[in-house]
């Protein structure tokens, strides 16, 4: 962690007329912006236990608290412990181990990358994630042929930076034992001229992963422990991990369990038949630092792959309309079977239809239901009156303002000029909601929460484009945006009660930076440096 711009006082107790509670620390001369239900700002905090104990102004807190270790802030910016409602905390860690394809402008710069990384591991599997066409001169997909030339005797399988398409030579193929008539539900194998292409779209890519070789034990901790650093670096204390199986949910609670990870995890199960028979049966799985109550559930694909299932054609591709992932009856099954155990249900909906589907089966599931917060992850293209379902105080928006600057540039070519209005419409969710739970759906994006702040209230991209931001009218306020990211994220888990703002009683988790971002001129907000990150109040 960066090197502290405050200092750290040992405090010598002199005798005085009132007896002074004893906590672990204090911090005093902070810019405290404590996100209550009053969005109060103090100046000072008492910690005790790991939780807060007192908060209130410098005087308050030196007049009634002592402490061998105060923490002088010298005016320093703090925020609660940050929270990443939506997002792949494994997965960060995984990607380590991979191909890097982020940021590649063409698929000769794709290739590049793949054969500079093969020459310096010299693995026996080539993955790796990242690339995006639509940052690309040309547009349309890659194909597999320089692959098959390069590697004829080596796996390769690289997939698209949203998760939901992937490009695979023709020995990744042959293993995964698919063919020109293989036939996938929910999804789409590329066929050109009667030969494969080597892309996949969402389900039929899962024929491939079930052939990918297995991390090791040791492999899996060294990602949890490298995406532990990436993430406390940035503020990050909670993360909302969109799919775990049960054996990684096990590994990240050992690791707790002996506190080499430190990040607490909301864990939400990945929908498979062994995940759910373990994990509905058994029931809720709650400690200090992982919560198990939730599963992830997708009911469609991306809009960058054209795989988000919409109620009309894509206005770029002809007689195409995206496609469901899960069978709609499975679907509603499915949601029965989640609310008679008492867990919680998130959906992925990207498109209209997906998003229709999904709102009308939590509104019939929970009816006469109360404190269920069933979330619809990305809720990113709405049409027609469907926005209504949100007003249902047991639906919550959960949503990734870095999506829609990613996408601005293209969106309106998958969806066309009426329905782009309803995408990424964050400020009309949360009018309807009340609340927004706010992510990053990292290593999609990147995890740096003041970017997800930024796009959240600026609309634009680090450029500043467009000049006026996209669809401004959607814009979140700073206030809204800080709640986003911390109270309500943590309403979203169901942790509301013990983190999320700075209050007593409270986990004391919070972040110090290094300039106020409820202040500074808007541009400046991505530049914003974590100086230290504290969980049960010890820093990380």
Not at 450 to 455: E, S
Request: glycine share 6%.
């Amino acid at each position: 962690m960066k090197s502290l711009l405050f200092s750290l006082i040992l405090l010598t107790t002199f005798g005085c007329g009132n007896k002074k509670t004893e906590v672990d620390s204090i911090v005093i001369n902070a810019n405290v912006y404590t996100v209550d239900s009053d969005f109060a700002k103090a100046e000072a905090f008492a910690i005790k236990d790991g939780k807060f104990e007192a908060i209130g102004s410098t005087s308050e807190i030196q007049q009634n608290y002592s402490a061998k270790e105060i923490i002088d802030a010298k005016g320093e910016t703090i925020v609660p412990g940050l929270i990443d409602a939506h997002c792949h905390f494994y997965g960060l860690g995984l990607t380590k181990q991979t191909v890097n394809l982020v940021g590649t402008t063409s698929f000769d710069d794709v290739m590049k990358r793949v054969i500079d990384f093969q020459n310096k591991k010299n693995t026996t599997f080539i993955k790796g994630r990242g690339w995006d066409q639509n940052d690309w001169e040309d547009k349309t997909y890659p194909n597999k042929t320089l692959l098959d030339q390069l590697y004829p005797d080596i796996p390769v399988a690289i997939t698209r930076i949203d998760g939901h398409a992937m490009l695979c030579n023709q020995v990744a193929l042959d293993m995964a034992n698919i063919t020109v008539k293989t036939k996938v539900i929910g999804g789409e194998i590329k066929v050109e001229n009667g030969e494969l292409t080597g892309i996949l779209i969402d389900n039929p890519m899962e024929l491939v992963q079930a052939i990918f070789p297995k991390p090791t034990r040791k492999q899996q901790i060294h990602a949890l422990l490298d995406a532990q650093t990436f993430c406390t670096n940035l503020g990050l204390t909670t993360v909302s991990d969109a799919g775990l199986d049960k054996q990684v949910i096990e590994l990240i609670d050992s690791l707790q369990k002996t506190n080499t990870l430190q990040m607490r995890v909301y864990a939400m199960v990945s929908n498979t038949k062994d995940n759910l028979d373990y994990y509905l049966n058994k029931g809720k799985i709650k400690t200090k630092r992982l919560n198990v109550q939730s599963v992830k559930v997708y009911a469609d694909g991306a809009l960058g792959s054209r795989g988000a299932a919409l109620k009309e054609v894509y206005n770029d591709e002809h007689n195409h309309f995206g496609s469901m992932v899960i069978g709609t009856d499975d679907y509603k099954a499915l949601a029965l079977k989640i609310e008679n155990a008492g867990y919680q249900m998130n959906t992925h909906a990207i498109g209209d239809s997906a998003n229709s589907f999904v709102l009308k089966t939590y509104k019939k599931t929970l009816a006469n239901k109360n404190n269920k917060r069933w979330r619809v992850e990305h809720a990113q293209v709405i049409t027609d009156n469907d926005f209504d379902y949100f007003e249902n105080e047991n639906i919550i928006p959960s949503i990734q303002p870095t999506h829609a600057t990613s996408d601005m540039y293209w969106a309106k070519d998958r969806v066309g000029e009426e329905r782009v209005k309803g995408a990424y419409a964050y400020k009309k969710l949360l009018e309807k909601s009340g609340r927004v739970a706010l992510g990053t759906d990292f290593p999609i994006e990147q995890v740096n929460p003041f970017l997800t702040f930024y796009a959240a209230v600026a609309r634009k991209d680090l450029k500043g484009f467009p000049e006026n931001g996209f669809q401004k009218e959607n814009a979140l306020s700073r206030k809204e945006t800080l709640k986003g990211m911390t109270i309500w994220a943590a309403y979203a888990n169901f942790e509301d009660l013990e983190k999320g703002s700075i209050e007593a009683g409270k986990y004391a988790d919070y972040v110090i930076l290094n300039q106020d971002i409820m202040e500074i001129p808007e541009e400046k907000i991505p530049l914003t440096k974590v100086q230290q990150t504290y969980i049960n109040g010890v820093a990380q």
